[in-house]
C-alpha cells in the first residue's frame, strides 16, 4: 500500500461555481477553484499543496520561458452513473508524462504525487466534475523549469501544477484539415514524441496560416519527404480504409496517444482489422478518390473522437463520405464513452474511480 502523503489544503473562501454556465463550457477557459502545485528543490519533490486556482509568482528568468523546459499532459475525469468520479487511464498518461519528462532532462514525478495530487484536489473541487453527456472535467498536469538562471542547462528546480477545467468536446464539428507539406511538426531524434510546449509553438504559425485559407487543422507530415502522414496539431490521426483501421505507426516524431492506444484496443477486440505503419498521403488521397477510404478521424483526449469531413492537399479538396453513427469511428467511440462514464464495464480497467 502506497504511503500517504503529506498534502497541505488551502481552500478558497468563495466558490467561483455559482458564476460558471455549465451549458457554456467552451475548452480550457474555466478553471475550477483549486490546483494542486509540488516543488522540486535539491533533488526532491516536496511542499505539496492543493490552494486556490491563481497566478503563480516566478522570476522572469525562469529557464522554461527561455528555453521551453515544460512538459504537460491532457486526461479528463467522468461522472459515473452513481455520482462517483472516474479518472481515465491516469497511470498512461503519468508513464508518458515521465517519458516527456526524461526527453526534456526533467526529474519524473512519483506515481503516489501525480495519483494523490489529483485525487486530493478533485475531492475539493467534486462540484466542478460536470455531469452532462460529453462533458468532463479535463486535468491539465504541467512541469516547468524554475531555476531563475540564464545559462543553458537543465534546471535544478521545478514546478509541477495539476489544472482542471470542466469542458465539452474541443470540436463541435467534422474538420477540414490541410495536408501540410511546407512546414514541419518533427523530426527524427528531436522531441515529437515527447508532451513538451516547444512541439506546440512552432505549429502555431503553420496553423494560423492554415486557418487563414478556411482550414480548422493540419495534417503534419514527415519532415523529410513530405510524404507520410504523422498526426493532427491536437490528436493523432486514423483512417478507415477497405473496413482496416490505419494509423500511422508511433514513432520518435509520433505522439503514442492514449486515445489512439484505447481505440486501437477496443477495435481489435471488436474484430476489425488494425493496421499500425506508415501511411502515404499518396495512398489517403487516392483512397478518397477510388472510395476505398470510408472514415478519417481525429483521436484525442481533448478531441475525443473528430471525424475528418475535407482534406485539403496541394491546393485541391477532397471531400470524404459524411460520418454516419453507425460507422466505425463512431460504433469504437460510443463503446469508449460507455466505459469512460461507467455505462458499460471496465474489462481493460482503464477507470481510476475516486
Ligand atoms: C489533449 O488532448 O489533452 C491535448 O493535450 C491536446 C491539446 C494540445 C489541446
Redesign the pocket.
Known amino acids: 500500500m502506497n504511503e500517504i502523503l503529506d498534502i497541505s489544503i488551502t481552500k478558497i473562501t468563495e466558490t467561483r461555481l455559482t458564476e460558471t454556465d455549465f451549458a457554456q463550457l467552451p ?2 477557459k474555466v478553471f475550477s477553484d483549486h490546483m494542486f502545485i509540488a516543488e522540486y528543490n535539491d533533488g526532491a519533490w516536496g511542499n505539496l499543496q492543493v490552494l486556490p486556482y491563481g497566478p503563480i509568482p516566478m522570476s522572469p528568468a525562469i529557464s522554461a520561458l527561455h528555453y521551453g523546459q515544460a512538459i ?5 475525469a467522468y461522472r459515473q452513473p452513481d455520482g462517483k468520479i472516474s479518472v481515465f487511464r491516469a497511470n498512461k498518461n503519468l508513464e508518458r508524462f515521465n517519458k516527456s519528462a526524461a526527453r526534456m532532462s526533467m526529474p519524473a514525478i512519483p506515481e503516489d504525487i501525480f495519483m494523490q495530487g489529483i485525487a486530493a484536489l478533485i475531492e475539493i473541487d467534486e462540484k466542478w466534475v460536470p455531469a452532462q453527456d460529453g462533458y468532463s472535467l ?1 486535468i ?1 498536469p504541467v512541469m516547468f523549469a524554475t531555476d531563475p538562471y540564464l545559462g543553458v542547462r537543465p534546471s535544478d528546480q521545478y514546478t509541477f501544477a495539476l489544472l482542471t477545467t470542466p469542458t465539452g468536446p ?1 470540436y463541435t464539428k467534422a474538420l477540414k484539415v490541410k495536408i501540410e507539406t511546407e512546414f514541419t511538426r518533427a523530426d527524427e531524434g528531436g522531441v515529437g514524441y515527447a ?1 513538451t510546449a516547444g512541439n ?1 509553438g512552432r505549429s502555431l504559425h503553420p496553423f494560423a496560416e492554415a486557418q487563414k485559407e478556411g482550414f480548422d487543422q493540419l495534417i503534419w507530415t514527415d519532415a523529410v519527404t513530405h510524404e507520410f502522414i504523422e498526426e493532427a ?3 493523432n490521426l486514423l483512417f478507415v480504409m477497405d473496413g482496416k483501421l490505419i494509423t500511422p505507426s508511433v514513432r520518435s516524431t509520433v505522439l503514442d ?3 489512439r492506444d484505447t481505440i486501437l484496443q477496443l477495435a481489435k477486440k471488436a474484430g476489425i482489422a488494425v493496421e499500425e505503419r506508415r501511411v502515404s498521403v499518396k495512398e489517403v488521397i487516392e483512397g478518397i478518390e477510388n472510395g476505398s477510404l470510408t472514415e478519417a478521424f481525429a483521436a ?4 475525443t473522437v473528430t471525424p475528418i469531413g475535407e482534406i485539403g492537399y496541394n491546393g485541391k479538396s477532397y471531400v470524404l463520405p459524411v460520418s454516419t453513427p453507425d460507422n466505425i469511428s463512431n460504433s469504437i467511440a460510443k463503446t469508449l464513452n460507455d466505459i469512460r462514464y461507467g455505462l458499460a464495464p471496465d474489462e481493460f480497467g482503464w477507470n481510476t474511480i475516486l
Open positions: 475548452f480550457g504537460f499532459e491532457g486526461m479528463k479535463y491539465r474541443y508532451k506546440y496539431g491536437t490528436a496517444g492514449v486515445t484525442g483526449t481533448a478531441a
